[in-house]
C-alpha cells in the first residue's frame, strides 16, 4: 500500500474504526459486513495488507481459505442458511471495491434477490476449439517457469 493511499480494513484491524469480529488468530480476522446481502455476510482477510488475489502470498492464501471453509460451515449452522456463496473480487474490474484482499461468505436463501449470474446471459457458449486453445495457453505458463511466478508439480491426471 502507498503511504497515501487510505484502507478501512486496516484500520478496523488496528482497532481505529468499529468492527464486529467473529474469528480471529496470529495471520487472519474475520468480521461481519457492515452491509450483509443477508445476516451472518462475513469478510475473512488477511492482519497484514495485500491488495488483491496477485499480491497475496500463496501460503497465506491458502490460510485464509482454510479459515473461510471453517467459518463456511459455522455460519451455515449459525444463520441456518440453507446455500453459501465464497466470493473473491480482486481487482477493480472484477468489482473490488476495498483493495485489501477479502473472502466475501455470503449465507444465501431462495429469492433473497442476491445473484451471480453463471452462465452469464450475455455470452455464448464458444466453440469446442477455442476452449481448447485456451487450455492450451494456460497449460504453457503453467509449465513455464518464467511465466508461472510460482510454479508448483502438476497433480496427477488420470483419464
Ligand atoms: P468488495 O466489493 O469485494 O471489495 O467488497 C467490499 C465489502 O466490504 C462490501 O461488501 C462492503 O459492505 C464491505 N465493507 C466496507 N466497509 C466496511 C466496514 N467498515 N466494515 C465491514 N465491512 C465493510
Ligand atoms: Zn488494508
Do not use: W
Amino acid at each position: 500500500m502507498t503511504a497515501a493511499a487510505h484502507c478501512i480494513f486496516c484500520d478496523l484491524i488496528q482497532g481505529a474504526a468499529e468492527v464486529s469480529i467473529c474469528y480471529e488468530d496470529a495471520e487472519a480476522i474475520a468480521f461481519m459486513d457492515i452491509q450483509p446481502v443477508n445476516p451472518g455476510h462475513v469478510l475473512v482477510v488477511h492482519r497484514h495488507h495485500y491488495e488483491g488475489l496477485h499480491d497475496l502470498p500463496r501460503d497465506l492464501g491458502m490460510h485464509l481459505l482454510e479459515v473461510a471453509m471453517r467459518l463456511a460451515s459455522v455460519v451455515k449452522t449459525a444463520t441456518e442458511c440453507p446455500g453459501m456463496n465464497m466470493v473473491v473480487n480482486s481487482g477493480a474490474a472484477a468489482g473490488q471495491d476495498v483493495f485489501h484482499y477479502h473472502v466475501h461468505l455470503i449465507p444465501r436463501r431462495e429469492g433473497d434477490g442476491f445473484d451471480i449470474p453463471l452462465p452469464f446471459p450475455g455470452s455464448e457458449m464458444p466453440d469446442r476449439t477455442l476452449l481448447d486453445a485456451m487450455a492450451a495457453r494456460i497449460i504453457a505458463v503453467l509449465r513455464d517457469p518464467m511465466r508461472d511466478p510460482a510454479p508448483r508439480p502438476a497433480p496427477a491426471v488420470s483419464r
